[in-house]
């Protein structure tokens, strides 16, 4: 069967969430359904665990369809990789990544999957590394509910992608916000600086402003009085800063370019299956 023949499933994984768009088939598919379903994580367990047992749960009618899949960045892990013009092949890429990982996150990085995007020898290119397990059982689910996976993103580069014509071209902060969870990037005259992917303790807001000013210490960047911050925060759309932070944000999400119809939203979830 052609593949526009065929049913589209979007899918966003997060440790406590799983949300689902179908599209039907169509040469301009339209969507069919949405569904999100909350998790709840399991002492002893990968953080993973519980979202794959939601997921197949979503995908038992299936059908065939084709499908991608964004995970949530708390299955990520991100290094920078500086540029380096003598890499000739994919295989130098490759070894050169791998040891990146290896040098920020030690020797539990030969445990994950790694992939490079947006790579240029003369403006580096960020790497992205998952927990090969992880990967597996994806896998594995999507295979018994008769799925066909055509590619699984982090959300980070995702969201980074579907937005970056609105950035300033000189200078991008970019700040993703999810439930328990702050990605912040900077980009300069494209090429990434810095990725930071931690976990919030204390508050949103105060961690932003903290990575923020520590970022544009770290790189001696010269700040604007006012210096712009692009945001995606689907799950807190009141999210705002103090006036006085020196911060500006930019609201990614709007209605004339809403997000893709699987990223997490406010809304309340409950479960289903496709």
């Not at 994580?41 to 993973?48: C, D, E, S």
């Not at 993103?153 to 700040?175: I, M, Q, V």
Request: aromatic share 10%; hydrophobic share 45%; proline share 6%.
């Amino acid at each position: 069967m052609s593949p526009l023949w065929r049913d589209r499933l979007q899918v966003f994984l997060a440790p406590g969430r799983v949300d689902l768009a179908r599209l039907q088939k169509g040469i301009k598919p339209r969507q069919a359904a949405r569904l999100a379903a909350a998790c709840k994580q399991k002492p002893g367990l990968p953080a993973w665990e519980a979202p794959l047992e939601q997921f197949e749960q979503m995908i038992e009618n299936a059908g065939g369809a084709d499908m991608s899949i964004t995970l949530s960045n708390a299955f990520v892990r991100y290094v920078v990789l500086t540029a380096q013009p003598s890499i000739a092949t994919p295989a130098e890429l490759h070894a050169y990544a791998a040891f990146q990982m290896r040098e920020v996150f030690g020797e539990r990085a030969a445990a994950w999957d790694i992939s490079v995007s947006s790579w240029d020898p003369c403006s580096g290119g960020i790497c992205a590394a998952v927990e090969r397990s992880f990967l597996e059982r994806l896998g594995e689910v999507s295979a018994r509910g008769k799925a066909r996976v055509k590619y699984v993103e982090p959300y980070l580069t995702g969201a980074f992608d579907h937005w970056h014509k609105r950035f300033n071209k000189s200078r991008t902060w970019f700040a993703l916000l999810e439930t328990g969870r702050l990605c912040l990037a900077l980009v300069e005259n494209g090429a990434w600086q810095r990725i930071s992917n931690q976990r919030i303790v204390h508050g949103a807001e105060d961690e932003l402003i903290a990575a923020l000013h520590q970022d544009a210490i770290l790189f001696s960047v010269h700040k604007e009085a006012d210096e712009t911050v692009y945001l995606f925060a689907p799950e807190h759309p009141e999210f705002t800063l103090p006036e006085d932070c020196g911060w500006r944000l930019a609201h990614l999400q709007t209605e004339s370019m809403p997000a893709p119809p699987h990223y997490p939203t406010m809304a309340e979830i409950g479960a289903g299956a496709a």
